[in-house]
């Protein structure tokens, strides 16, 4: 089992629409759940930390289980500049920032 | 405000030649580390530094060598290059560990080894 799994999509849902992406990861020892997004042939940058009572930033929305060792990353109202690839990362739960990274999970918003 | 600088861009090698991918920062990060990012793999932990002085392995160290003599700057090596190596590589940076430490990238070097 990966220590990080993503629905590798793709998703292609129309503007304005609502789409959420779901992570699991397996090691029960991880503090720290993150949210990257990807643009093709481009670096990760940082989208959102996650945190244990969930966090909004604009439209974006994360939430994290621990009971169920999944987190979540909701947009609403999406727009054609959300289309990128989402990337859901863990830390490893050794201490240092040992991050394990899901193989994405890639988002096209059509006009 | 250069944040991680990452040399070269582009990089064709042929199976056995080594070389040196280079990364430095200005933001006085005491984390840095190494990432290769293959299709369907997500990226992987090859490296990383949590001081000067201090590296150790991560997921997929087998072919590589780090070093960190300064905060700035984190090398990577290739002792002998080999096609499975073929990937496109990221350091990143951070200031510490936890959720108020993302990590920086840069902007990569996509190596070929034929």
């Known amino acids: 089992r990966k220590e990080v799994e993503q629905d590798p999509g793709p998703f292609n849902v129309p503007e304005g629409a609502t789409v959420a992406f779901n992570c699991t990861y397996s090691?029960?020892?991880?503090?720290?759940f993150f949210w990257y997004r990807q643009d093709c042939r481009k670096e990760p940058k940082l989208l959102m930390s996650v945190y244990s009572s969930g966090n909004e930033d604009g439209r974006f929305t994360a939430q994290l289980n621990r009971a169920s060792q999944y987190i979540s990353l909701l947009i609403r109202d999406s727009k054609l500049s959300d289309s990128a690839t989402y990337l859901c990362?863990?830390?490893?739960?050794?201490?240092?920032?040992?991050?394990?990274f899901g193989q994405g999970t890639r988002l096209t918003i059509n006009p | 405000n250069a944040g991680v600088t990452q040399t070269p861009k582009f990089q064709v090698l042929k199976t056995g030649q080594s070389m040196t991918l280079q990364c430095a920062q200005d933001?006085?990060?005491?984390?840095m580390s190494w990432y290769r990012q293959d299709p369907g793999m997500g990226l992987r932990l090859i490296h990383y530094s949590v001081g000067a002085g201090i590296t150790d392995q991560g997921e997929v160290p087998n072919g590589y060598n780090v070093s960190r003599s300064t905060t700035e700057d984190f090398p990577l090596r290739l002792l002998s290059a080999a096609p499975s190596q073929t990937s496109v590589y990221f350091c990143?940076?951070?200031?510490?560990?936890?959720?108020?430490?993302?990590?920086?990238f840069g902007n990569g070097t996509r190596l070929t080894v034929t």
């Open positions: 990143a940076s951070s200031y510490g560990a936890g959720l108020d430490s993302p990590l920086h």
């Open positions: 090691n029960s020892a991880s503090q720290s």
């Open positions: 990362v863990v830390n490893d739960g050794q201490g240092a920032q040992k991050l394990v």
């Open positions: 933001m006085n990060h005491e984390y």
